[in-house]
């Protein structure tokens, strides 16, 4: 039986860039090394990056098209991975760097294994909407030919699993993305009013961050009570903060700007609710993290709101801010309905642990590559 194991994680963003995938490669790295295994990452190269013995870089460039997100550039220099001695590889994204999986395995005969963390096509189509069919057909093709090549594709969530299976992939597997449950613990909340409403994230297009000041506006036509705070970087934050004096909400929303985790921490156990108008998301772990903290979500239809729904610890959201409003309302004016959301939180978010996905990851990791032995 293998013991110990040597394992990559290949992704295009990593630490100090922060978002979601990035913060879940540290953590999961971590994880893994206290249960005995070494994990590197080959990851873009970061001009506010520190050395790390275990994180090998692969060139990149800031673009103003994404903030903060090096876009990965060929080559992508495997030989820096030569002197590894490597059991399996781990990809965090399907596209450039990721199909280095693809040669990794035909020259050194290293097994991989794929999460599909991101919805890609409504990605793309909001940010490129140009030829949506095109674009959709060249995702699955690439999709379907570097999927099947992996040993097993993690899906976090039911539905990205059976959008998979559609496209004839027989090789999916259904794990939710772990979250350190360590700093987030719900706590006594402020008697509102006001209101506590936050949102985690990046702000940028596929985001929708516009719609949450929409939301603003009408919950201030209601003279309803309330508070908005939008945590995250990106490269609509000026034009955000730009609105918000426009429409002279600086007393209702605050924009943080980008936060450390600690703060986020500290952040979120005082918030009553955690918006969102993203229709892009998978699994986010700011959601998780804000269920650990005993905030209850309120998003608009997106792939994770059916499994939030189904545990009463998530409501749909009307995709119109003005109705998106009205629901709000009617919510906080229900105190019986909005406690019975919030006990249920923390007890639906430990079963998220990081460590319990590690051991998870651990069985399809060794299953890889005893398969790629025999």
């Known amino acids: 039986m293998i013991t110990t194991m040597n394992l990559l994680f290949i992704s295009t963003t990593y630490l100090p860039t922060i978002n979601g995938v990035s913060y879940y490669q540290h953590f999961l790295a971590q994880a893994l090394r206290r249960l005995g295994h070494t994990v590197y990452l080959y990851a873009p190269r970061h001009p506010r990056a520190k050395p790390d013995p275990f994180v090998i870089r692969y060139p990149a460039v800031i673009t103003p098209f994404v903030y903060d997100y090096p876009l990965s550039l060929p080559p992508f220099h495997l030989h820096l991975l030569d002197r590894l001695d490597l059991d399996l590889v781990h990809i965090h994204h399907p596209f450039t760097v990721g199909t280095c999986a693809l040669k990794l395995k035909r020259?050194?005969?290293?097994?991989?294994?794929?999460?599909?963390?991101?919805?890609?096509?409504?990605?793309?189509?909001?940010?490129?909407?140009?030829?949506?069919?095109?674009?959709?057909?060249?995702?699955?093709?690439?999709?379907?030919?570097?999927?099947?090549?992996?040993?097993?594709?993690?899906?976090?969530?039911?539905?990205?699993?059976r959008q998979l299976q559609a496209l004839g992939l027989t090789n999916t597997v259904q794990l939710p993305n772990g979250i350190n449950l360590a700093p987030f613990s719900p706590q006594t909340k402020p008697a509102p009013p006001p209101w506590r409403l936050i949102f985690i994230g990046r702000l940028e297009k596929e985001k929708q961050p516009h719609q949450l000041l929409a939301l603003a506006q009408n919950l201030r036509a209601h003279h309803f009570p309330f508070h908005l705070t939008l945590v995250g970087?990106?490269?609509?934050?000026?034009?955000?903060?730009?609105?918000?004096?426009?429409?002279?909400?600086?007393?209702?929303?605050?924009?943080?700007?980008?936060?450390?985790?600690?703060?986020?921490?500290?952040?979120?156990?005082?918030?009553?609710?955690?918006?969102?108008?993203?229709?892009?998301?998978?699994?986010?772990?700011?959601?998780?993290?804000?269920?650990?903290?005993?905030?209850?979500?309120?998003?608009?239809?997106?792939?994770?709101?059916?499994?939030?729904?189904?545990?009463?610890?998530?409501?749909?959201?009307?995709?119109?801010?003005?109705?998106?409003?009205?629901?709000?309302?009617?919510?906080?004016?229900?105190?019986?309905?909005?406690?019975?959301?919030?006990?249920?939180?923390?007890?639906?978010?430990?079963?998220?642990?990081?460590?319990?996905?590690?051991?998870?990851?651990?069985?399809?990791?060794?299953?890889?590559?005893?398969?790629?032995v025999v």
């Open 107 to 161: 020259t050194r005969g290293l097994p991989f294994i794929f999460t599909h963390h991101t919805q890609y096509h409504q990605y793309l189509q909001t940010n490129f909407p140009l030829f949506p069919r095109l674009t959709a057909h060249l995702i699955n093709r690439h999709l379907f030919t570097l999927a099947q090549a992996a040993h097993a594709v993690i899906c976090p969530t039911p539905s990205v699993q």
């Open 233 to 372: 970087a990106g490269r609509l934050l000026p034009s955000l903060q730009q609105q918000i004096r426009e429409l002279s909400l600086q007393s209702l929303v605050t924009c943080t700007g980008p936060l450390t985790y600690r703060h986020i921490a500290r952040l979120l156990p005082r918030q009553h609710l955690f918006v969102s108008f993203s229709t892009t998301e998978v699994m986010p772990l700011s959601y998780l993290e804000a269920l650990a903290c005993g905030v209850p979500l309120a998003l608009v239809q997106t792939n994770c709101l059916p499994r939030f729904t189904a545990a009463a610890i998530g409501l749909a959201l009307p995709q119109d801010p003005a109705a998106a409003a009205t629901y709000l309302i009617r919510l906080f004016h229900d105190p019986t309905r909005y406690r019975r959301l919030v006990k249920s939180t923390p007890t639906y978010a430990s079963g998220f642990s990081l460590d319990h996905s590690a051991h998870q990851l651990l069985k399809l990791y060794r299953e890889a590559v005893k398969s790629a």
